[in-house]
């Protein structure tokens, strides 16, 4: 809108009674109208005699946005349409990002912070838009599964609705989503009512992504198109700009970097920003030759985004609304390679079971469990290497969101592997392992209190999970899984504990027909089972499956609260060694063949 002020006149008055849509704000005593009634305005307004009236104009580019921006509809009257058993579990400030993006016509950029829950807020969205269906969402490949979880449990969608393009065979799909490859011959068909797929597949399909009637349109971590000479980015354009509604979701909207935010904001309104140049010269500190990378009218800018296109919440300015601690599962994708061997090893330890079942000798059931014992521990061992790509590939979009964060992991090559990708990615990092001196670890510790350029924590679990104070970060991530329920909620507790002055967002990295299968359900049973000895009660690991707010199927043990599910008491002296777990035998039953139906998937207990 645009605004004027001046001292009272009856002839200014009338003046502003004859400018189309032009309305008195007595609480800000001011005149507001319409970009669209600024010609009028300043015709009305020089015909007044004896004014002195002093316009001033807008840039083109500001102009065309605000223009386009007022004539979109506003749909807000469609949020009533949202289920109420999603609406009544968001949080208030999602409530807010779902009506901005409604009230501006459902194109637009929710760029709030790392943990706000943006993939959910976008579904509430797309639940507004239940005749718009089919929904395309464009996402890193690491978030492809996430992404029909959280599709699946929030709009309770059969899972042979959920379409997810891959770019190879195999890999896991116990959820059962309906599954499709990108080099499949003949051409695919994108028929689900959600249908997924990565940035990198789009140059692959797009002709079948651009004869698709996709309406609706998700592109999540958006920030992927920044680059304008990147294939991916020339792709998904055209894609964007076909749909009629389109969300982008980017917790790192480079407004320090406004050359990349042109694409985005391209995508979202192509007759607005069509010239570069126009552009980089306004924001970009223009320079010659069509250099880009400085930063210029910046507070403008981001005022014109803020009014047009993007809403961006930080966790501070919604802490009260936050759980203190939430976790969060996120399901990695692996290559088929990197399963061959896990697939093996599995079959070979369901033929031990069976073994062990139909034996008679004691001396020979024993013998036969070492042998057990050691399938599982090596298992474990190479899941942990199976799923070094696919941990690399999520964590690359945590560096891009800026915030500081915790990254745990228990195996060598997994640790070792973190720790060079961040170097490799000039991410400037400490590590604490068990390699790393006592006398050490406090001054690293210190530095990643103090020093806000140092941005990630690569630790053991063993190692970095007990005695430190990390609270300098409030995000923590698990690349992998302990036996013992307590060296997780130790680690945890890195961050979470007094002196934390966020809220507290925990993601645990995991991956179907790996050792996760047996560690995750295990440690779940053995937190109930420690939590009845301890309080005469049950404690869970509590997940929460949306991020931020509860899920629509959420029941008791799913979201976190304000302490930890068991206490430090009595946990300390648990081994993480699965040879030598006395409650292995317990558990072992729930490891199935990945060909067995009945494999569970990590999902949470209900």
Request: with cysteine.
């Amino acid at each position: 809108m645009v605004a004027a002020k001046f001292p009272y006149s009856p002839m200014l008055v009338d003046a502003f009674h004859k400018i189309p849509k032009a309305t008195w704000n007595g609480r800000e005593r001011v005149w507001i109208f319409p970009p669209s009634s600024l010609e009028k305005a300043e015709e009305v307004l020089s015909a007044v005699p004896g004014a002195a009236v002093e316009v001033h104009k807008l840039d083109p580019l500001v102009r065309r946005a605000l223009v386009a921006a007022s004539a979109v509809p506003d749909l807000q009257d469609l949020y009533d349409r949202m289920p109420s058993y999603i609406e009544s579990r968001l949080l208030p400030f999602q409530r807010e990002g779902v009506r901005f993006v409604l009230q501006h016509g459902g194109r637009v950029l929710v760029a709030d912070e790392m943990g706000l829950g943006k993939t959910l807020q976008a579904i509430a969205v797309a639940a507004c838009f239940p005749d718009a269906w089919p929904v395309l969402v464009i996402t890193p490949s690491s978030l492809r599964l996430h992404w029909a979880s959280m599709v699946q449990e929030w709009l309770n969608l059969p899972s042979t609705d959920i379409l997810v393009v891959l770019s190879q065979s195999g890999g896991s799909n116990k959820a059962g989503f309906k599954v499709v490859y990108s080099n499949s011959k003949p051409k695919i068909h994108l028929d689900g009512v959600f249908n997924i797929i990565s940035y990198d597949v789009i140059p692959k399909i797009q002709d079948i992504l651009l004869n698709s009637e996709f309406k609706i349109v998700v592109a999540d971590e958006s920030h992927f198109l920044k680059n304008p000479q990147a294939k991916r980015t020339n792709a998904s354009l055209p894609v964007l700009q076909k749909a009629r509604y389109v969300i982008l979701l980017s917790g790192t909207p480079a407004l320090s970097r406004p050359i990349e935010l042109f694409k985005q904001l391209e995508a979202l309104y192509p007759d607005v920003y069509k010239n570069v140049h126009e552009y980089g010269n306004r924001y970009c500190r223009g320079g010659v030759f069509g250099c880009y990378q400085g930063a210029s009218n910046h507070e403008e800018l981001h005022n014109l985004m803020r009014a047009t296109v993007m809403i961006r919440r930080l966790k501070k300015d919604v802490i009260s609304q936050l759980p203190v601690k939430r976790r969060q599962q996120v399901f990695l994708d692996l290559n088929e390679k990197d399963m061959k061997q896990i697939r093996a090893l599995f079959r070979e330890l369901e033929a031990v079971k069976s073994s062990i079942q139909s034996c008679d000798s004691k001396e020979k059931i024993s013998s036969l469990k070492i042998v057990e014992k050691n399938l599982i521990n090596k298992i474990y061992t190479d899941s942990a290497e199976a799923k070094i790509p696919a941990v690399l590939d999520y964590l690359a979009t945590v560096i891009e969101a800026g915030c500081k964060f915790l990254i745990f992991a228990h195996h060598q090559p997994m640790i070792d592997a973190i720790h060079q990708f961040l170097l490799k990615k000039k991410v400037d990092c400490i590590r604490i392992d068990g390699s790393t001196p006592t006398t050490s670890r406090q001054t690293l510790v210190t530095d990643f209190q103090e020093k806000d350029a140092i941005k990630a924590a690569v630790l053991s679990i063993k190692a970095g999970g007990v005695g430190l104070t990390l609270t300098a970060a409030s995000t923590v991530i698990f690349a992998e899984l302990s036996w013992t329920p307590g060296d997780i909620i130790q680690a945890e507790d890195r961050v979470h504990r007094i002196g934390q002055e966020s809220a507290v967002n925990i993601y645990y990295l995991l991956a179907n027909d790996t050792i996760d299968d047996i560690i995750w359900d295990a440690v779940l049973s053995k937190l109930e089972n420690l939590g009845q000895v301890l309080d005469g009660q049950e404690k869970t690991l509590e997940v929460d499956v949306s991020g931020a707010g509860k899920s629509p199927i959420a029941k008791k043990g799913m979201v976190e609260t304000s302490r930890s599910p068991v206490g430090k008491k009595g946990m300390a002296g648990t081994s993480t060694s699965p040879g030598k777990q006395t409650t292995l035998d317990s558990f072992l039953k729930r490891c199935h063949s990945p060909t067995d139906s009945q494999l569970r998937a990590k999902t949470p207990r209900f």
